[in-house]
């Protein structure tokens, strides 16, 4: 059995019963079309059609503070690492954070292994949603072809009507929903429905930059001295703001904090930013990226140039938070067609579906 | 949210003892440390350890010493801040964490049977030395070695027994040079860009190992290219800020590479088009 579904009725129910077992982390209105991923205990709370959250689910997998070691000095330098980490169900992963969480998979898997977010993740279960339509002007996930699901997911839910279908993708996705009275088997016109919004969704969606995926890593290779780079470092503020919000930024600073004690303590990361200005600085003082200029250049080569050579993989998830944010409305829709316009590689019929 | 005990973390330190401190400069001072059980480091000439303290922090520091030198190994730190202000306070028979070592150092294998020349200016000496002492102990399997040092004043001078005893060596040719010099001082004064013209070298069989601030490579470089040593053939290290020395957390990323795994050592024809790199 690969697919059930479910009333749309009963999703409250379903949410309300999964919260008695586990955390569950779900989109929550937060007013002014904001929402945020926050602990629920009912299905109530729950907004499951939402434009991408403030945060992506990326604050479960590197938390904003975690804890690597506690230390005791008394008796020398002693430290004890740790792992901080709990069994959740995160629900209502759209497919762009379904992407950005792969990718920090890549991230933090890759030799020397980060131990602590692999723990982490495994004790993690996700459930995505499917986005039928545009959340908003801000999106590109068509540009990076995520607006359909690729996997990362243990159950993925699609609205088809007056029912959710739920692909049941792993094992522990098939656990919850076995636990559950309120699921049937997907019947054949069941899954005819998702083939046809699947197929509507292929007219719905089309590239947001005038541009091939493929070609993408190519025009960076040649955008490395645009004037771009110098429009974006005029407007930017230098706030952060893009980073903390982008899904696949994990850059981060590694900061003591002793108790009052004065002799025990912690040591621990927290997220740090490319775009904060003493984030290249050695101890001399010099600092390697000290133009706004450079630092934007840099996230934006971080997500379509540096991954592709590393991981072959685009990191830009297209979920549009990083435009959505910004104060100085840095929109990177924009700065894409700017640099496609710049090359004369303009492709209209780059294309749907 | 449970807090789980880690056997295997990457951030675990290794609890080590100072066997030895000697103030050098006014800001530098020396450092000998022993790993817990005297175990060796087991490091390259170039590598880095992360050195902690809890409670104030951790931060890279270059590795002095050879790994020739076994049961300890040395580093050399300026007092540039907080975390440094700290480490400048210990005195033999404190204790200091030690992760790694870190990075690639240079490669010594492909060192081996060609000409050396050594360039280093201020700090950058405390790095070379590890490379340095490591071809003089094993002097026979390399070629020609010429060093060059250079530095602001005669305080500013590192390891200045050692030096001496390069200076004397029959198979090591020294040269040295300040910015600024002193009434004492019988040496050269200017620039150590200054002292690579007078080098007598075969280009095509000499590596050029290059170590010093960050504003000096280019102009080095521009003087070694104009020797004609190969661009494969001048390697050097660079300083970032390898905050976490596991390829993550962002600070020492050079382009597309990170400092902290994929160096500090590179060679010039790797990073020449890396525009953030010199």
Redesign the interface.
């Known amino acids: 059995m690969q697919y059930v579904t479910i009333k749309k009725t009963d999703l409250d129910k379903f949410i309300t019963e999964l919260a008695k077992g586990q955390r569950v982390v779900a989109p929550v209105a937060k007013g002014s079309n904001k929402f945020a991923f926050e602990d629920v205990t009912s299905g109530e709370q729950v907004s499951i059609d939402h434009i991408p959250t403030i945060l992506p689910p990326k604050k479960y997998f590197i938390p904003q503070f975690e804890?690597?070691?506690?230390?005791d000095?008394s008796k020398?330098?002693?430290?004890?690492?740790?792992?901080?980490?709990?069994e959740m169900v995160l629900f209502g992963v759209h497919t762009c954070d379904l992407a950005g969480i792969q990718c920090l998979n890549m991230?933090?898997s890759?030799r020397?292994?980060?131990?602590?977010y692999l723990?982490r993740k495994n004790k993690i279960t996700i459930v995505g949603y499917e986005c039928n339509d545009y959340c908003d002007e801000f999106a590109s996930c068509r540009l990076v072809h995520n607006h359909t699901p690729n996997g990362g997911y243990d159950l993925f839910m699609t609205d088809i009507g007056d029912k959710y279908i739920i692909h049941i993708n792993t094992q522990a996705g098939d656990a919850i929903i076995e636990k559950s009275k309120l699921f049937a088997e997907a019947t054949p016109p069941d899954l005819k429905a998702l083939d046809a919004l699947r197929e509507e969704k292929r007219k719905i969606f089309a590239n947001e930059v005038p541009v091939v995926h493929e070609k993408i890593p190519e025009m960076f290779d040649k955008s490395?001295n645009s004037k771009v780079w110098e429009q974006l470092g005029e407007k930017c503020l230098a706030c952060g703001n893009c980073t903390n919000v982008c899904p696949t930024c994990?850059?981060?600073?590694?900061?003591?904090e002793?108790n009052l004690d004065?002799?025990t303590?912690k040591?621990y990361?927290r997220w740090?930013s490319?775009q904060n200005e003493g984030?290249?600085?050695?101890?001399?003082?010099?600092s390697?990226?000290e133009e706004r200029a450079?630092r934007q250049r840099?996230r934006y080569?971080r997500k379509f140039?540096?991954p592709m050579?590393?991981f072959s993989r685009l990191f830009c998830t297209g979920c549009g938070r990083c435009s959505r944010t910004c104060m100085a409305e840095i929109n990177l829709k924009e700065t894409l067609t700017q640099l496609v316009e710049e090359q004369d590689i303009k492709d209209t019929k780059a294309g749907r579906g | 949210?449970?807090?789980?005990?880690?056997?295997?973390?990457?951030?675990?330190?290794k609890?080590?003892k100072v066997l030895r401190t000697k103030q050098m400069t006014e800001t530098e001072k020396y450092f000998e440390i022993e790993l817990p059980g005297g175990e060796s480091l087991d490091h390259e000439p170039g590598q880095f350890v992360e050195v902690?303290?809890?409670?104030?922090?951790?931060?890279p520091i270059s590795v002095s010493s050879s790994p020739t030198k076994r049961g300890s190994f040395e580093l050399v730190v300026?007092n540039?801040?907080k975390f440094?202000g700290a480490l400048h306070k210990l005195e033999a028979g404190d204790?200091?964490?030690i992760r790694g070592p870190f990075g690639k150092g240079f490669p010594v294998r492909i060192l081996e049977g060609n000409d050396l020349l050594f360039v280093a200016a201020g700090l950058g000496l405390v790095p070379l030395r590890s490379l340095i002492n490591y071809v003089i102990d094993n002097r026979r399997d390399f070629g020609k070695v010429d060093i060059l040092l250079g530095c602001k004043t005669p305080q500013n001078m590192l390891f200045n027994d050692e030096v001496d005893d390069w200076n004397k060596r029959l198979d090591v040719k020294l040269n040295c040079t300040v910015d600024q010099a002193d009434p004492d001082w019988k040496g050269n004064v200017g620039l150590i860009t200054s002292l690579i013209p007078g080098i007598t070298l075969e280009p095509e069989r000499t590596f050029a190992v290059v170590v010093g601030?960050?504003?000096m490579y280019k102009f080095v470089i521009a003087e070694l290219l104009k020797k004609e040593i190969p661009e494969r053939q001048i390697l050097v290290s660079l300083?970032?800020?390898m905050?976490?020395g596991?390829?993550?957390?962002?600070?020492c990323?050079?382009?597309?590479v990170y400092c902290c795994q994929d160096g500090p050592v590179f060679s010039y024809d790797k990073i020449k088009d890396i525009?953030?790199a010199l």
């Open positions: 804890t690597l070691a506690t230390f000095t020398g330098q002693d430290m004890q690492p740790v792992v901080e980490c709990e991230v933090f890759e020397p292994k980060d131990i602590n723990i490395y994990y850059c981060f600073d590694v900061v003591d002793p004065l002799k303590g040591r990361r740090d490319c984030f290249a600085k050695v101890a001399g003082g010099e390697f990226r450079a840099h080569y140039k540096y050579e590393k | 949210m449970e807090q789980i005990e880690l056997k295997d973390s990457e951030y675990e330190i609890k080590s902690s303290l809890l409670g104030v922090g951790e931060a300026r540039t801040g440094t204790e200091v964490g601030p960050p504003v300083e970032r800020h905050k976490c596991l390829g993550k957390c962002g600070h990323q050079i382009g597309n525009k953030e």
